[in-house]
């Protein structure tokens, strides 16, 4: 079955076919959906080699004419990643990502003074952007702008409320990878200090594993209440480690925390890890000694540019029904906190 044969029953051109057939924006909704049925009712079938090799072609020319995606986010100031050693990282990734595959990236201000959605898009437009890496928001409650809500959009996390195409760190695997670590270790009585704004921001998953795993593994008895907090300070968690007396502590939080919390086990004279073990979970553990998972940033941005390529190709524009989310585990760090391996 050929796009010739489909043209003349639709009564356009075979171009036109072409466009429909990969869900171009180009058209109009109603062209589109005509030629499908039409498509449907005549039996027709892609090649998939074909369509790989059109594909390529089509990328080709569009590399040529604007090898370039632009990079946004919901923060208040135009480089969120110039001051964030983790967003940093992500860009880097990002940036390597993209130029091994022939492309470069352009930064853009959302929220710049005097800038409005609708000149952004024109920007865009007027420079055959399709496709838009997003660093998502420092709130949780932000929507993607609908002035912007043709492009193919791929953003990083679990920030921006509306549905979009993701690179997430795998939280579920991470907590329960942790967990089966300090229990590995000889570790029964594990327990859980966790930052509200972490937690919100996983969409919960950090609590559900540790409750779900303390169930399964420990005995719903033995769970130890969670402790969460807004800010690492010390009289809840000494009073809480007092009462509790967890042998493990996993903590997770901002790495800019984690001197703080350093600090705060010193003055308490809790020596690790002799008296306690702990394990953290955060975006960074270099420059200290904690034990824990941390996480793989350079991966993070190069999976989103991967994922915004593949949608490119697909002809995937606007908010997906279906979102795809591509999930990066964690990289373990040997520290200091955690007692050796059993022999």
Known sequence: MSTRRIAAQAGVSPSTVSLALRNSPKIPAATKQRILKIAKRLGYRPDGKLTELMSHLRLKRTRAREACFGVVSLYPDARPWAHSLHLTRIYDGMVARAEALGYRLEPFWIREPGMTLRRLRSILDARGIEGLLCFGSPGLDDEWPAELDHYAIVSQGLSIKTPLHCVVSHVYND???ALDKVYALGYRRPGLVIGRYEEERSAHAYLSVYLGWSHLVLGSPAAIPVLQLDRVEEQPIAAWFAQHRPDVLLFVHHYDALPSFEA??????????????VAVISQNLAGTDFSGLQENQHLIGGWAVELLVSRIMNRDFGIPTNPRIEMVERQWIDGKTLRAQPK
């Open 175 to 177: 907590m329960w990878r």
């Open 264 to 277: 705060i086990l010193k003055r308490q004279r809790l020596r690790l890890p002799q008296d306690v073990g």
